[in-house]
């Protein structure tokens, strides 16, 4: 859409000389939670980001959408939640729909000069207008001459992947750091459900020490703003795009993988859109889907229709929310569905493969030291209590927890009578959003592709006849709760493709032997995603041969996929996955589909005929 179209639609009123409109600076980090001293974290060593908080409103509730970066990212970009954009998986790239603009763009046509260092990482290709540049080059300073800007620098230091070297490089890089910035392993803090090793203890010295390191890239955006005249003109955010690369943090549900630190910087000149006083805390709840919204509020723009947030901030700001949802489903080979809902108090998780083990095996993941120790620890016998947490073989189906009585979520409260109310008001609530938001991760991924053929996934589920979001719902929400036999047998009969595997799930999590012949039967099953769940649900049930049969016939296709999907199961079904390596390596050789399936479908593969 060019200038002048966009205009003409109405959505924004060009830039005029007598009406300034300030700059907006983001500073991202990857992979962060609160671990900063402004936050309250004693062992953190963050000076610029502690006199930033000084000069900024320092948010004590602010949440991501997924406690990952693409599908959270792709909610930042769009203000749409990636649930409802299809976009819900990590790197499960698919066509953005044209009548959701990411919103720079929107700011691009209005005047605005935007650029993005580096990182995208949407689920989906960028459409042409968005910036002036994105690239590791762009700056606000490619702008003409007095032309307002919205800058994105997106720092890579505190991502997963940086937080986990060796102990020799530890001390390497500890060395060259100045004395306040070093971090003694000794005195790192431990949640509860930590081992107490020195390898844990060195993974949260290097998480810190990046950290610090990170606070320095941050101290440097910000001198280069005041040196280049700017800081009295720009608004100023500072958070984190999810929560830290340890094990309950980034990939869980649970508040470190999804309460990030947000900080917003006003210059003295524009007091009238600063809710408070430099350096006061705000307890607002805040949610990744209204920042795209208060970003063009600030700007001066309305909000288009398909936004589903809420501004926080600036002349079209809304009232406070009441509560924030985020949603987990496939992050790199490990296949999640699991949503969750925060009223500021109580956090309720909803998990609808509860069969699955609460820290799922994961490639990439696995390089990290803390998951190192916990494996270790947990083959030799020696975690308990606490400790054991995260190594349990499978997960409840609700979890419940008072924040504020139980900040480190170690109480589950959901089958404690005295809360039910909570739990049943938390869990109704939870459907409703579902069921508003038109939840396309609750189709199994290859379901999605197919019913999307080709289209935006947020296209084909405003179709009910297409996605009759309801019904799946319904279906999804029979998984992990005791389910009378006619209405599983009606579930695993039904015409719509997604009812039938929430159908298989649900006969999973029952154990329920009285249905064996239904899903034998859904071996046959017009969907490869039922097909390949009724599979992996027969083995367990006890007819391995015919169930490693359609494994073996998905693998066999050409869809990554699905090919993925059956590999995921047959990575949880253990030894009996033996039968199926021969079928695992010729679908290796064959190399179909996209590259970031063939890419995961791969990892899931190897570590099954290596184990």
Known sequence: MTRREFTAAGLATPLRAQTPRPNILWITCEDLSTVMGCYGDR?????????????SLRYTRAYATAPVCSPARSCLITGVYANTLGTPHLRGMVP??????????????????????????????????????????????GRAKGQPFFSVFNLMTTHQGQVRYSRAEFERIRASLPPELRHDPARAPLPPY?????????????????VSR?????GEILRE????????????FFYGDNGTGLPRGKRFLNTPGIH??????FPEKLPHLAP???????????????????????????????????AFLGPRAGAPRKEVFAARDRVDEECETSRTLLNGRYHYIRHYLPHRPVMQHGTYSEEGHVRRELRRLHREGRLAGPTRLLMEDSKPPEELYDLKADPHQ??????????????????????????????????????????????????????????????????????????????LRKLLADGDAAVRYWGVITAVTMEARSVQADLVKALEDPSPAVRVAAGEAVCRLGEPQRGLAALEKALGGTDACVQLQAANALWHLGAQAKAAVRALKAALAAKSGPEYQRTYFEWAAKKIIER
């Open 214 to 218: 990170m606070d320095q890239q941050a």
């Open 43 to 55: 062992y953190a060593a963050t000076p610029n980001l502690d006199r930033l908080a000084g000069q």
């Open 410 to 487: 170690m109480k589950n409260l959901a089958g404690d009578p005295a809360h039910r109310g909570t739990l049943e008001a938390m869990r109704a609530r939870l459907r409703r959003w579902m069921i508003e938001i038109r939840d396309t991760g609750l189709l199994p991924e290859p379901d999605l592709l197919r019913r999307a053929a080709g289209q935006a996934p947020y296209d084909m589920a405003r179709d009910a006849s297409r996605f009759p979001v309801e019904r799946i719902v319904d279906a999804a929400e029979c998984v992990g709760r005791a389910t009378e036999i006619p209405r």
């Open 276 to 310: 408070g006083a430099p350096g006061s805390t705000v307890d607002r709840l805040v949610s990744f889907v209204d920042f795209a919204p208060t970003v063009l509020s600030l700007a001066g723009l309305p909000a288009p229709a398909s936004m589903q947030g809420t």
């Open 225 to 236: 703003l005041e040196a280049d005249g700017l800081a009295d003109d720009t608004i100023v």
């Open 194 to 210: 930590y081992p107490d090793t020195p390898d844990v203890r060195l993974n949260l010295a290097i998480l810190h020490t990046q």
């Open 260 to 265: 990030v630190p947000l900080m917003v910087r």
């Open 96 to 141: 953005k729909p044209a009548s959701v603009p990411c919103f720079p763009g929107l700011m691009r046509a209005a005047g605005y000069y935007t650029s993005n260092n580096e990182k995208e990482d949407y689920n989906f290709e960028r459409p042409p207008g968005v910036w002036d540049e994105s690239s590791n080059q762009a700056h606000w300073r």
